[in-house]
């Protein structure tokens, strides 16, 4: 590595990091004007502000009496690729091994004194970049500096005072969705897992599509390759590599809490892993309220090229879906296999009074939908994909007793042009119109059973096929409004038969749930209930949730306590009238069918 000394001002090689001196670490946002390794001799350079920032980071340093810092813009020669390749790779390492890391923020002001609010602080816009996330996790002493480098009184700390700055520690975790007690050195990296790991850049950019793997290498512990010019595939390489060195199965649930709508336009080259960090948004603790420990897995989790081959944890659902369930307890696999599955058993029917009974029940796991591939399983391998139109969500952990271990390929989908184009409309169906519930800031969030659904600007077509005699097909649209509401909107379709005459018929009912954790999601009502936690099960009492043909949802305007939403479907059957013979029947043109959800607004009663 090379060290800028803060004396002369030259460039000094060490061969390694654990030979090098003390020294100080930089971290910044690139502005105009950087200074690199070839220019930095040049007398012409001496007032550009790439310039400024280097002198004013070596008097800083000179201060605490270090003789050395390092710089990104002028520490590498970025035209030399192998060292390119080797800095990146090492970086987290330096950052680790420095001295003190100073975050300079060129776009904040702090006052006289060296203070500055939480609400200026967040917008500072070097929480927003890929590279900054491991220049605040790895350096053991860090200190903050405004656009005129003066030092943040409440955010700079040595390692052995972290404890002293928890007020600051809570605001950088609020804004960056990293928890406090990672911040705060209280849990060990190696305990998170790859899935909140990778939640920490979902919102972060980066300038380069393939820097946002390579910004990660040293938080998930991986070592690779740079490959520029491989575009979103180095993210899909970054995973096979962590794959590699380890057994953790989160990698599989991306997706959660993430609208189908997001899902699918993720998923434009495979599905088995994700194409971005962006997809794993849903494992922050702001937004899922759980805390995700790293599982200790005790089988090999290994990438081949039929895909992912793996041991999971399965409940039956219906339709050829199972429901890979993934646990959020760092214990979970253990709890769950033998012998110990039924030791556990045993004592939660010693009742529910004890602290670890309460727990294990009460316990949330990650379900994901996958779909059954009879024509590709083969001896020894069940062969599954991702059900992309039903995202994952959070399930009780107390379904998980009627699950089975089985060893199981999740293989790769090809890229679902089929939910992307709308060069190929659905010839038979029927239409769902959602204009009015998208304007009061609802939207898709699954669909089930997982089918195409043709999107043409709040109108839904739902393709519906039915040929066989009485037949009949279902449809559950879940939509995600303000403040967590979800209401689910329930089609029945069916072909009846009268004389002469065939008519297709669809009724539809709205609903809405109070238990979303428990009935997230889940196919056809509560019949997902009854299968998974029994008839003799409390919330067996739940299980009707979509009876009603118009739903109240009471003070949904802030500031309005008056004023409720109203939505509702029509009270009577759609019935088309339809070609076709009792032994062969389809259902209507879309354009003819139609069930559309109207908004109203009224006095709440």
């Not at 099960?537 to 739903?551: A, F, G, M, N, T």
């Amino acid at each position: 590595m090379r060290l800028l000394n803060v004396h002369s001002m030259l460039l000094e090689e060490f061969c390694d990091v654990e030979a090098a001196p003390k020294y100080a670490i930089l971290s910044h946002r690139w502005g105009e004007e950087e200074i690199t390794l070839q220019a930095l001799q040049d007398v012409t350079i001496r007032f550009r502000p790439g310039y400024l920032k280097i002198r004013n980071c070596c008097r800083q340093a000179l201060k605490e009496n270090l003789g050395y810092v390092w710089i990104d813009t002028c520490c590498i020669d970025k035209k030399d690729p192998t060292e390119l390749s080797e800095a990146i790779n090492s970086m987290f390492r330096w950052y680790q091994r420095s001295a003190i890391c100073y975050v300079y923020l060129d776009d904040v002001e702090a006052d006289e004194y060296g203070y500055i609010s939480a609400s200026a602080l967040r917008k500072s816009r070097w929480f927003t970049r890929g590279w900054t996330l491991q220049e605040l996790l790895a350096p053991e002493s860090i200190a903050f500096f405004d656009r005129y480098w003066q030092p943040l009184s409440e955010y700079s700390w040595l390692d052995h005072s972290r404890s002293h700055h928890l007020d600051s520690i809570c605001v950088l975790s609020s804004i960056t969705g990293i928890k406090d007690t990672v911040l705060a050195r209280y849990q060990p990296m190696h305990t998170v897992s790859a899935a909140e790991k990778l939640s920490w850049v979902a919102q972060r950019k980066t300038t380069r599509k393939e820097d946002m793997a390579y910004c990660l290498l040293g938080i998930l512990g991986v070592n690779m390759p740079l490959l520029y010019g491989e575009g979103s595939r180095a993210f899909i390489r970054l995973q096979e590599e962590y794959i590699r060195q380890n057994n953790d199965p989160s990698l599989l649930a991306w997706g959660l809490h993430l609208p189908c709508s997001d899902i699918i336009r993720l998923c434009a080259e495979e599905c088995i892993l994700a194409p971005s960090p962006s997809a794993f948004a849903g494992f922050s603790t702001r937004n899922s309220g759980l805390e995700f420990r790293k599982n200790v897995v005790p089988f090999e989790f290994a990438r081949t090229n039929n895909g992912i081959e793996v041991e999971l944890l399965l409940l039956d659902c219906n339709d050829g879906i199972k429901l890979a369930c993934l646990g959020t307890d760092k214990n979970f696999y253990a709890l769950y296999r033998e012998p110990y599955h039924g030791i556990i058993r045993r004592l939660l029917s010693l009742g529910s009074h004890k602290k670890k009974s309460y727990e294990y029940n009460r316990g949330m796991v990650a379900a994901v939908p996958l779909l059954y591939c009879p024509t590709s399983s083969r001896d020894g391998f069940e062969v599954y994909e991702r059900a992309l139109l039903w995202p994952p969500f959070l399930l009780s952990s107390a379904a998980c007793r009627r699950a089975s271990w089985k060893r199981v390929c999740v293989q790769t989908k090809s890229a679902p042009s089929d939910l992307l184009s709308i060069s190929r409309p659905v010839q038979h169906g029927y239409r769902i119109d959602v204009r009015e519930l998208t304007r009061i800031g609802f939207s898709l969030a699954a669909v089930y059973p997982p089918l195409q659904i043709d999107n043409q600007i709040d109108i839904f077509t739902v393709p519906c096929d039915i040929m066989r005699p009485g037949g009949y097909e279902e449809c559950h649209l879940a939509f995600e409004g303000p403040r967590g509401i979800v209401v689910g909107i329930f089609i029945h379709a069916q072909i009846r038969y009268q004389a002469n005459r065939t008519t297709f018929h669809l009724n539809a009912s709205i609903g809405s749930r109070s238990i979303r954790h428990d009935l997230h999601l889940f196919p056809r009502g509560g019949s997902f209930s009854r299968r998974i936690y029994g008839p003799k099960d409390s919330v067996e009492k739940q299980r009707y949730i979509y009876l009603e043909k118009s739903w109240r949802i009471p003070l949904m305007f802030p500031g309005m306590p008056d004023k409720d939403i109203y939505l509702s479907v029509p009270m009577d059957e759609v019935t088309i009238a339809i070609r076709g013979s009792r032994g062969r029947a389809f259902a209507p043109d879309p354009r003819d069918a139609i069930i559309p959800v109207k908004v109203g607004i009224g006095n709440s009663i």
